[in-house]
């Protein structure tokens, strides 16, 4: 069985995001998106408020769960007896850093592979942070995320 973790911090999750995620569908048997609990960044939505968005986000895909983690990504995989670490890349620029990430999750665990997914043309310029930005200026921005996260930009921003 392939089984796959494609983890992050999705604060929020985007149409990128989802792009990526259903390409490995087509590749893993499961695959447990993994929602970074520790991360360098201040996040918008709280930890539960992420998990939640991406349950609602990937409800049609079958093979897909969301769950939290803490700790490093490697040693999640490893105890979820994943096979692959999912990552997408949208421009030439994240490359570099994925690789570098590829290189070290290797060294901690030999037999767990990363496999990269190019996000659909559509979506290669999206990020997390300038879609906070936008919705933070009360743009519209309901082509770049699922329904149920433009609701809940809307209604975050409208509390600030």
């Known amino acids: 069985m392939k089984k796959g973790v494609y983890s992050g911090t999705f604060d929020p999750v985007t149409n990128g995001h989802i792009s990526v995620l259903k390409k490995a569908t087509m590749i893993f048997d499961e695959i447990i998106v993994a929602v970074a609990y520790d991360n360098y960044k201040s996040t918008l939505f709280s930890y539960e408020e992420r998990i939640e968005l991406l349950k609602e986000s990937s409800k049609d895909l079958p093979n897909v769960h969301v769950e939290g983690f803490e700790g490093l990504l490697v040693e999640y995989a490893k105890k979820s007896n994943a096979n692959a670490i999912i990552r997408g890349l949208r421009m030439v620029s994240d490359f570099d850093y994925e690789m570098q990430m590829a290189a070290f999750n290797k ?31 009360q743009g519209d921005v309901s082509l770049f995320v699922p329904e149920v996260v433009n609701e809940a930009l809307k209604k975050k921003y409208a509390q600030k």
């Open 107 to 137: 060294a901690l665990a030999a037999d767990i592979e990363t496999v990269f997914f190019a996000a659909s043309n559509d979506y290669t310029y999206l990020s997390s942070s300038m879609i906070r930005s936008i919705a933070s200026l």
